[in-house]
């Protein structure tokens, strides 16, 4: 183990801060589940996993109390394996509701931060030739960003020990403990001021509640029991908007950005609409390959006022989007902590509806001799009032 220990980054804090407040949640965990169908060589992809864990010290870090204040501990050596669960003496159907009950109950079985690695692997077995292989990771460790990276790093890895070659992964220079050192040293004085002050001025006088119309009355404190509802756009109308975009000189997100401003007027009658929306933020190069919580949160703040064309509202919302971006360091904590806003438990800071536009390449998975199909989980919580998150796919806009 590490005996020297580090500061989190601004994001780890706040996730630390309330774990503290509410241990014992899975409300963080962050799970990904696959169909494999093939041939599949356990003793390569535990072996696989180990050393993408290994690679990446934030895989291998707890996080403690040390007079007060949080820190991070990275460990040398893990005692960690995947989890083999043997279904195959079952029948198909009983399979299916036992592996379903399993991930689903790795996926909700909360992480001890100061005390156990925070990431778990779970392979279930149909057959020789099936399985259901899940990651779990508590979101203090990982983003949707490092899902991928880890993704395409265990593939490498496994095909590479397959065919008995070594790991054709370039040595990483930096990991994210530098990041966090980084941030903490970098957004100071000038620096973080500057970023301040823009969204100081950008958010001024914004609305508290976007109010959404809803069947029942708002409990007086926020509860995360929510549902999901999945919908797809055709490969044809996704296609329409992407040209849209190219011929209004926008990207895709800026265009769907905007038909979700529309929309929310149009079902709340305000003119003024705060949407939150993650990045990536890794602006610079050697943050690409790391696994870590990087993202941060940004507030698309968008007017309808003097009921402009959807072309006006399209060259507000890239002027707003690029604005944000060029301001996308300071940590949405940092934000809400200056901005003060008036705080009710009943709803969440600065904006209660979200959107996102994930890159679905990301997340797939290509095993030798295996066909891997992604199994979705149907989560019943829900972080905000309402969450729009898109996936652009060939089969159109998921």
């Known amino acids: ?57 934030i895989l291998r870090t707890n996080f403690i109390a040390v007079d007060g204040k949080a820190s991070q501990i990275i460990h040398e050596e ?16 009983e399979q299916e509701v036992a592996a379903k009950q399993l991930v689903q109950q790795k996926a909700l079985q909360p992480f001890d931060l100061a005390n156990e690695l925070l990431i778990r692997a779970t ?52 990991q994210y403990a530098d990041f966090a050192l980084w941030q903490r040293e970098w957004l100071q004085g000038e620096v973080r001021q500057r970023q301040l002050n823009y969204w100081q001025k950008q958010l001024a006088d914004a609305p508290d509640l976007l109010s959404l119309p809803t069947d029942r009355p708002r409990a007086s404190m926020q509860t995360v029991a929510g549902a ?49 929306t993650p990045i990536a933020n890794r602006n610079q190069s050697q943050l690409e390959q790391l696994i870590g919580f990087f993202v941060n949160t940004l507030v698309m703040r968008t007017s309808l006022e003097g009921d402009p064309t959807f072309s006006e509202l399209l060259i507000q919302v890239r002027k707003i989007a690029t604005e944000a971006y060029t301001h996308q360091d300071l940590p949405f904590e940092m934000l809400v902590e200056a901005l003060q806003p008036e705080r009710d ?44 998150s898109m996936e652009n796919t060939a089969r159109g806009l998921i």
Not at 19 to 46: C, M
Not at 78 to 93: E, P, Q, R, Y
Not at 359 to 375: A, Q, R
């Open 1 to 57: 183990m590490s005996t020297e220990e580090l500061p989190l980054s601004y994001a780890q804090q706040r996730l630390w801060f309330l774990d503290q407040l509410k241990p014992n949640s899975a409300f963080y965990n962050t799970t990904i589940t696959w169909h494999l169908e093939g041939r599949l060589d356990q003793a390569v992809l535990k072996r696989s996993l180990q050393e993408v864990i290994q690679r990446h010290e």
């Open 78 to 93: 893990i005692n960690w394996t995947i989890s083999v669960t043997d279904l195959t003496n079952l029948s198909s159907t």
């Open 123 to 174: 392979l279930v077995v149909l057959s020789e030739n099936e399985h259901i292989f899940s990651i779990c990771m508590h979101h203090i460790v990982n983003d949707g960003w490092s899902t991928g990276v880890f993704i395409q790093e265990l593939a490498t890895l496994y095909n590479a020990y397959l065919q008995g070659l070594p790991s054709p992964l370039t040595p990483l220079t930096i």
């Open 228 to 276: 999901n509802h999945r919908f797809v756009l055709s490969e044809q109308l996704t296609l329409q908007l992407v040209k849209l975009s190219q011929e209004q000189g926008v990207t895709l997100f800026m265009t769907l950005l905007a038909v979700f401003d529309t929309l929310l007027y149009r079902y709340t009658g305000q003119e003024d609409i705060l949407v939150g």
């Open 345 to 388: 438990l009943s709803y969440t800071p600065l904006f209660q509806v979200m959107f996102a536009l994930d890159d679905n390449s990301l997340h797939s998975m290509e095993l030798t001799g295996l066909k891997v199909n992604p199994i979705p989980i149907e989560w019943e919580t829900a972080k905000f009032d309402l969450s729009l």
